[in-house]
Structures are given as structure tokens and as C-alpha cells.
């Protein structure tokens, strides 16, 4: 009954928090670039063999968040020739996690004023219980095409949603989050 009962508040917890799993964010950038001074990107593409992991609707859903995090930051779209190249490259690894869950029995002679308090037997019972969950790694790349030089990267990686109902919501976030590390701010150029 209370294996049951937790299952159900994990269960509550995860619909709350559906659309906002914590994303780890690092980025790395060229300090010597002035970033004010781009206005175009074109799109180089997805890393080879991308496909295998990723349906083309979804990374989709990729492109079009970071082409509207970009024009936040003043950069247009150019099918070719852009003053910068975007490139992403998408990894998923599968990890264990446990939860462990403890409880403390009291025999029928004992008494306690509290925990931990009086006299009689008493026991404990942990119940553990693996699971397994999917982490995906997006990084996005930037390059100077005139120097064909790595100007920036944005690394972050999550927890994957199974629930297809987050997805795109989910992917809006993780590339946002991202996105705040771009040396130029939206608005700002």
C-alpha cells in the first residue's frame, strides 16, 4: 500500500514538473570576438548519423527554438553564406537511478516518548527500488565562417521526457537555458 502511495505522489510530482526537468548548462567561448558584430547564420546541420537518435520532428523542434533564440539576439537567417554557422550534435545516455525508502517499527512492549526516546524492540525496513532514465546532451555549436574557426558552444543536458505532450515545451527550455550563455543578450544588439 505505501510502495503504491509513493508511486502515486511521484507520479503527481512529475505532471507538476513535466515541462521543467533541471538542465546542466556549460558554454565556452572565444573572448577575442566581438559577438555585436554578426547579423546573418545559416545552418550547417545536424551531426552525421543524428538521425539514429533523433526523428527529423524533433529536430525540427531543435531548429526552430534556436533560430528563435538567435533572432532575439538581432541574427537572420540566410540559407546559405550566413556570417556565422550553427551546427548541433545531440547524445543520449542511459543511466540507473535508486530511491530508497525506510521504515521504522515500534514492538507492542515499547514505548517512546519521541524518536529515539524509551525503552523496548523495535526494527527497521529499507525498500530499494532501480530504475532506469535516458539523459540527453545537446551542444550548439558556432563558427566564424569568414576565420572557419569554433567562436561558441552551449552545452546542456536533462533528464528526457518520455511524455510526448512535453516535448516541444521541453526542447523551448532546454534550448533557452542554453541560450542564456550566448555572449550577446536577446534584445541587447
Known sequence: MKKLLLILISGVILMITGCSPK???SSDYDKETDFTKFNTYSFYGW???SDKVINEINQQRFERAVAGELKKRGLEFVENGGELI?????????????TAYTDHYRGP???H????????????????HEYDYLVGTLVIDIFDHSRKELIWQGVGSQTVDDNPNNRDCGIKRAVKAIMTKYPVKPGKK
Not at 118 to 126: F, H, I, K, L, P
Request: proline fraction near 3%; aromatic fraction near 24%.
Open 109 to 111: 512492549m515499547g514505548y
Open 113 to 128: 516518548y519521541g524518536p529515539g526516546w524509551g525503552w523496548g524492540y523495535g526494527y527497521s525496513a529499507t525498500t530499494y
Open 47 to 49: 551531426a552525421k548519423e
Open 86 to 98: 550553427l551546427s548541433l550534435f545531440i547524445v543520449f545516455d542511459q543511466k540507473k537511478g535508486v
Open 23 to 25: 538542465i546542466s548548462v
